[in-house]
Each structure stands twice: as structure tokens, then as C-alpha cells.
């Protein structure tokens, strides 16, 4: 079996920021040489998410209202504060960022088939910052024959 890896490093303008990442694990896939395995995508960092799913901007909003929903944080542009949650007291700011990692996840596994990502029709990779403005690492490991 062989392996790949490949990193990728975000700073987002925003505290939470969408980013479509399919077109940078299907060229780590294709540098990879992999005909037949899986790839794992995997944020590095506790206050992000990875998921597949639909690349539609109304769909985009709406995760983004519930993640909100269910973990409240400040606005993105951080325009309103968020609820004190016992997080902060340990200094941090980004309590709703933990939560909303536990709510998206922070990693995917994408069967390789014929040296390419085998995803379904509208089945899209994002990668979901929730506490951003600084730079946060993804891993993207293909393994496989």
C-alpha cells in the first residue's frame, strides 16, 4: 500500500467561512497515483469542520443558521457577541467553535476509484471554519494501491 499527503493552510477573513475543497483533494488524489484506496480529509484543528454535501448557496446558509442555531456564537463578522459560555473562562472567546466541531465533524473518508474521487452526483468536499482569522491546517492523505 502506498500513501500521499498533502496539507493545506487557511486564514479566513471571517470568524466562520465556507470553502468548497474539492478541486484541492481530487489534484491531491491525482498527485497521489493511487488508482484504488481512500482518502481521508481531516481538519487539524477543533475549531473547523469537514463535510460532504450539496455546493448550493441557500443550502450554505441554512447549515450555517443551524450550526448557529444549535451552538449560538458571535456573527461572523463578529458584529454581535455570542452567549459566555464556560469556555471563555479559561480565556478563550470561541466556546461555539468546539460545538459546532462536534456538530459538522472534523473528518471525511472519500473512496478512490480508477485514480479519482468516486462522490456521488451533487456529493461536494467543504471545509467549515468557525473561529477563523488565523492560519488552520487540513490533512489530505490518500491511501491505497
Known amino acids: 500500500m502506498k500513501s500521499h499527503t498533502k496539507y493545506l493552510t487557511f486564514n479566513t477573513a471571517q470568524r466562520r467561512e465556507l470553502k468548497r475543497i474539492t478541486d484541492d483533494v481530487a489534484e491531491a488524489v491525482r498527485a497521489s497515483d493511487i488508482r484504488e484506496g481512500m482518502v481521508l480529509v481531516s481538519a487539524m484543528h477543533i ?9 448550493e448557496p441557500g443550502l450554505h446558509a441554512d ?42 465533524g472534523h473528518q471525511i473518508i472519500v473512496p478512490i476509484t480508477k485514480g479519482a474521487l468516486d462522490l456521488g452526483p451533487w456529493q461536494q468536499i467543504f471545509y467549515f471554519e468557525f473561529d477563523g482569522r488565523r492560519p488552520k491546517r487540513l490533512i489530505i492523505k490518500a491511501m491505497g494501491e
Open 47 to 55: 475549531t473547523a469542520g469537514v463535510f460532504i454535501n450539496d455546493n
Open 63 to 104: 447549515i450555517e443558521e443551524w450550526v448557529q442555531r444549535v451552538a449560538p456564537g458571535p456573527a461572523a463578522d463578529d458584529s454581535k457577541p455570542g452567549p459566555n459560555y464556560r469556555h471563555h473562562r479559561s480565556g478563550e472567546d470561541n466556546g461555539d467553535a468546539h460545538l459546532k466541531n462536534l456538530l459538522i
